[in-house]
C-alpha cells in the first residue's frame, strides 16, 4: 500500500473520541444501567407470542406500540422525563402480574401491548440519560451490555427450553425488580445537562441517516430468520458475543473511530449474507457467524454514535428529532417491510443480499459526510480544564486568545495549549485530563498545525507574556 495512502486511512480511523476503562464513573451505576436494562426488559416480554392478527405477526404489532412510547417523548417538556421514566416504570410493573396469569393467546397479547408502549416510554426517557449523562465509554460499555444479552438469548436462551420457561417468570420478574431498583436510584440534576443549542452543524442528521439504514439492514435478519434452516441460531450468537470484545479491542487498544467498525458491520454483514446464498452446512455456519459478528457491531456502533452525535450538539430538538425517527422505524418502515415481506411469502437469501448491498452501499456515500461532521472534531467528553479551579482562570484567556486571533481551535486544542504555556509536560497533561498520552500529541501536533508552528519553542516565542 502507498504510504500516502497508508497515511490517509490511518487518519481517517484515527480515534477522537477519547475512551479509557479510568473514565467509568462507579457512582453513576443507575445512569449507567438504565437504557440496557430498559431494552432488555422490553425484549424480554414479547418473545413467546406468535399470534395472527390481520395479517400482521404480534411481535410486529409490539414494534408498532413501542414506537408510540418513543413518539411521546417528542413533545414531553425536559423537567418531566425522569419523573414519566418512573411512573411509566411503575406502570409496567404493575402489569406484569396479570401477564402471568393470563393464557396465551389474544388476551396476553392484550395485555403486552400497554406493555410495550409503557417500556417505549421507558427506553426513550432512558435513553436521554444515556446521551446527555454519560461519556463516550460509559455509552460504549452500556452498549456492550445489551449486546451480550442478545449473545445469550441467540445461544444458550433458544437451545434450552428450561431457560426459556425461566424467562417467561421469574427471570422477567427479577429483571423488572433490579429495573425499579435502578430507576429510582437515578438521581439527575435537570440543570446539570446542557441542551439548549439548536444542534445547527453537529453532523446528528447523518448519523440518523445511518441509524435509518441500519434498522432496515436488521429488517432483513428477521426476513431470512423466517425459515429455520436460513440462519444458524447458535453461530450467529457466538458471532454477536465476539462483537463485544471486537469492539473494545479496536476502540480501546487499537484506538481507531467508530467509522472503522460501521464499515466492518456493513462487510461483515454482505460476507454473511453471501455465505447464506450456497446452501450447505460449512457456509450456514460460516455465513451465520459472520453475519451475526456484523450485526453486533452495528449494532452496538450506531447507538453509541447516534448518543454521541446528540450529547455532542447540546440539543434538545436533536434528540427529540431521533425519538422521532425512531417511531417511524418502528412504525412505519417495519409495516412496509412486513406488507412487502408477506407479498414475497418465502424467505428469499438474493432478496435480502441485494438490499443489504444497495442499502451498504449508500453508506459507503455518506460516510465522507460523517468522517467529517462528527470525526474530524473532538469527541472528548471527559475531564475539562473549565471545571478545574487551578486551571479554569487560564483557560478562560486561552479561549478569548483563541477567538480574537480565530485560531479555530477545538476545546481540547485550547486546554492543551494552556497546559503546554504552564509549563505541563504532554504526560502530565494526559494525566490531568484523563486522556492517553497518544491522544496528546494528536491535540498537540493539530494545535501546532493551525499556529503554523514547529516546536514548544516557537510556542513560548509567540506568547512570550504567557510564558513569563
Given at each position: 500500500?502507498?504510504?500516502n ?60 406500540f ?10 414531553i ?23 402471568f ?6 388476551v396476553?397479547l ?16 432512558a ?33 434450552f ?13 427479577a ?42 439492514i ?13 440462519v ?47 446452501d ?25 454514535m ?28 417495519s ?65 478569548a486568545?483563541?477567538?480574537k ?6 476545546v481540547?486544542?485550547?486546554e ?6 504552564g ?7 494526559a ?36 510564558s513569563?
Amino acid at each position: 500500500m502507498p504510504k500516502n495512502l497508508s497515511a490517509i486511512l490511518a487518519k481517517t480511523f484515527q480515534i477522537r473520541d477519547e475512551l479509557s476503562f479510568r473514565n467509568i464513573r462507579c457512582s453513576l451505576w443507575p445512569a449507567l444501567l438504565i437504557f440496557p436494562l430498559s431494552i432488555i426488559l422490553g425484549d424480554l416480554r414479547y418473545f413467546d407470542l406468535k399470534i395472527d392478527v390481520a395479517g400482521f405477526q404480534s411481535w410486529e404489532l409490539m414494534l408498532y406500540f413501542l414506537g408510540l412510547g418513543w413518539l411521546i417523548l417528542t413533545i414531553i417538556p425536559k423537567n418531566f422525563i425522569i419523573p414519566l421514566l418512573r411512573i411509566s416504570a411503575a406502570a409496567s410493573a404493575a402489569l406484569i402480574p396479570f401477564q402471568f396469569l393470563a393464557t396465551d393467546g389474544t388476551v396476553k397479547l392484550l395485555l403486552f401491548m400497554p406493555f410495550q408502549f409503557l417500556n417505549g416510554i421507558c427506553a426513550a426517557c432512558a435513553f436521554y440519560i444515556f446521551c446527555f449523562v454519560l461519556n463516550n465509554v460509559e455509552r460504549l460499555f452500556g452498549m456492550a451490555l445489551i449486546q451480550l444479552y442478545y449473545g445469550f438469548y441467540y445461544t444458550i436462551w433458544r437451545a434450552f427450553p428450561a431457560v426459556q420457561e425461566a424467562g417467561k417468570t421469574w427471570g422477567s420478574a427479577a429483571i423488572m425488580i433490579i429495573y425499579l431498583i435502578v430507576v429510582f436510584s437515578c438521581y439527575l440534576e435537570q440543570k446539570e445537562v446542557s441542551t439548549e443549542s439548536d444542534g445547527k452543524g453537529s453532523g446528528v442528521f447523518f448519523v440518523l441517516g445511518l441509524n435509518i439504514i441500519y434498522y432496515m439492514i436488521m429488517c432483513m435478519i428477521n426476513y431470512i430468520e423466517w425459515e429455520a434452516s436460513s440462519v444458524s441460531s447458535m453461530a450467529f450468537g457466538l458471532g454477536s458475543t465476539i462483537s463485544v470484545g471486537l469492539v473494545i479491542l479496536i476502540q480501546l487498544w487499537k484506538g481507531h473511530n467508530a467509522i472503522y467498525i460501521w464499515l466492518l458491520f456493513m462487510a461483515l454483514s454482505l460476507l454473511g449474507l453471501g455465505a447464506l446464498l450456497y446452501d450447505s452446512q460449512t457456509t450456514l455456519i460460516s455465513g451465520s457467524f459472520a453475519y451475526g459478528l456484523g450485526d453486533g457491531l452495528g449494532y452496538i456502533i450506531i447507538y453509541y454514535m447516534c448518543a454521541g452525535a446528540i450529547k455532542w450538539s447540546k440539543s434538545l430538538k436533536m434528540f427529540r428529532f431521533f425519538c422521532l425517527v425512531f417511531f417511524i422505524q418502528y412504525f412505519i418502515i417495519s409495516g412496509i417491510f412486513s406488507v412487502v415481506f408477506n407479498y414475497i411469502q418465502v424467505p428469499n437469501k438474493y432478496f435480502a443480499f441485494a438490499v443489504v448491498l444497495i442499502l451498504s452501499s449508500i453508506c459507503l456515500i455518506l460516510i465522507p459526510l460523517i468522517q467529517k461532521k462528527l470525526f474530524e472534531a473532538d469527541w472528548s467528553d471527559g475531564l475539562h480544564l473549565r471545571d478545574m479551579e487551578q486551571y479554569s482562570k487560564n483557560f478562560a484567556e486561552t479561549e478569548a486568545r483563541s477567538a480574537k486571533e480565530q485560531l479555530n481551535l477545538t476545546v481540547r486544542e485550547e486546554e492543551v495549549l494552556t497546559m503546554l504555556l504552564g509549563g505541563t509536560s504532554p504526560k502530565e497533561i494526559a494525566f490531568v485530563l484523563k486522556i492517553s498520552f497518544d491522544t496528546v500529541r494528536f491535540h498537540q501536533k493539530n494545535l501546532y498545525r493551525k499556529l503554523k508552528i514547529n516546536s514548544i519553542h516557537e510556542l513560548f516565542s509567540r506568547y512570550t507574556s504567557v510564558s513569563a
